[in-house]
């Protein structure tokens, strides 16, 4: 850390009344864990009591590139600790909610300079909460409580719309999804190119040949479904996503840590890829990207365990679910767009079973191509895990109905 952020650090030392601080600055993340970004754990012990911090910043070789995607996703960021998630929080205590949306990590600081973004949060790591193996498949506990708290989220959103329109579209004025310029480049192209050809592959030329049929039609049309999704901010059912929920951006704390089945905590992590959209974007992305086959065939159960959370927590802020998102507009909108859970599972679910070791490898090799893009285009050791995931969901986008032809 620079020495404007060591001065910070004492002020929130200080602050927090811990006397005699003494600091041990420590590697935050590993290469190969996955994350955006630079980050150290800052350890304070003081005579009376101790603080950790995870304090987040973009690395020294993008810093001074505006419109580098790691500086756009940071500046969403530090919006959401500095400005939106502070008066979702305090909206939701005017209401006297008996259970709030907070499942996210303490915010101590947010330095947002034009040449040096910083934000340090608590570090949940060392209150209990423990990271989820990428390489495993999220039970029912884990995607219902993940479920429940984005619905919380969204229905904040919502209510905050509703009762006080101008304070929600003065929040929103500055997210801007990271990816929104980039999947029109030749190497988002690229990059998806070669990805649908790897999940062609995951099906039976014969066995599977209709699905192909309706996959490859709809392979055609990634494109111009992104672009439609860009359009969906402006829908009178928009609220704010945090469109990157995958395993890394999760962390879960259980009342018994030998028996980590059933969550009783989770803390939602790293807000940059904020962007303003129907709710089915988030959740679209998170379920296709966390459970099985068992899970697929469960849809409906958790498509009316998050419409239900949702709408309990509409009406705890004073607002009407049946107005806001009506369950059968929730469920039309589900069968229009959940194939954005699809698109971007395709990238995600490789991402999660890749090895540390072939991550950090790709990485060196990407350092020496013009495209980040190259880093995600490679064989993985667990390719036979990644096709059988692919697999089950395509067949289930299929057998639901879900790649039917619509107008785009």
């Known amino acids: 850390m620079d020495l404007f952020c060591r001065s910070v650090v004492s002020g929130i030392a200080e602050k927090e009344e811990i006397i005699f601080p003494k600091y041990e600055v420590l590697p935050g993340s590993e290469p190969g864990d996955g994350y955006l970004g630079t980050h150290k754990i800052v350890k304070i012990r003081g005579a009376n009591k101790c603080l950790e911090l995870f304090v987040k910043f973009i690395p020294d070789d993008v810093r001074f590139k505006s419109e580098d995607l790691g500086v756009k996703a940071f500046h969403n960021e530090c919006l959401f600790y500095e400005t939106i998630y502070p008066i979702l929080l305090e909206f939701q205590r005017n209401k006297d909610c008996k259970i709030l949306f907070q499942s996210v990590p303490r915010c101590y600081k947010v330095i947002n300079l034009e040449f040096n973004k910083t934000i ?33 989220f969204h229905a904040t959103c919502f209510a905050l719309k509703d009762q006080k329109m101008w304070i929600y579209q003065d929040i929103i004025r500055n997210i801007s999804h990271p990816l929104s310029e980039f999947k029109y480049t030749p190497d988002f192209k690229r990059l998806f190119d070669y990805l649908v050809v790897g999940a062609r592959k995951s099906l039976d030329p014969t066995e599977d040949r209709e699905i192909l049929i309706v996959f490859d039609k709809f392979a055609d049309k990634i494109l111009p479904f992104l672009k439609l999704v860009d359009s969906l901010g402006t829908n009178k059912y928009s609220v704010i996503n945090h469109t990157d929920g995958w395993c890394n951006n999760f962390m879960f704390k259980y009342d018994d840590s030998m028996n980590q089945a059933k969550p009783t905590n989770v803390s939602i992590l790293d807000w940059q890829m904020m962007m303003v959209s129907l709710p089915v974007i988030d959740i679209s992305y998170f379920f296709y990207s966390s459970g099985d086959k068992t899970d697929l065939d469960d849809l409906q159960h958790y498509l009316n365990h998050y419409h239900q959370c949702l709408s309990v927590h509409i009406e705890a802020l004073g607002s009407s679910p049946e107005m806001l998102y009506p369950h059968a507009k929730f469920c039309e909108h589900w069968k229009k767009y959940c194939r954005y859970g699809l698109i971007f599972a395709l990238l995600v679910i490789k991402n999660m079973l890749t090895e540390k070791e072939e991550v950090i490898s790709k990485k060196e090799a990407a350092t020496e191509s013009e495209s980040s893009c190259d880093m995600f285009m490679f064989p993985i050791k667990n390719d036979k895990l990644y096709k059988t995931r692919i697999r089950n969901i395509i067949i289930h986008f299929v057998k639901n109905g879900f790649l039917d032809e619509f107008i785009i």
């Open 120 to 152: 340090m949060l608590e570090n949940i790591l060392a209150t209990g909460y423990r990271s989820f193996n990428s390489k495993s498949i999220m039970n029912r506990g884990h995607i219902e409580i993940v479920l429940e708290e984005l619905g919380r």
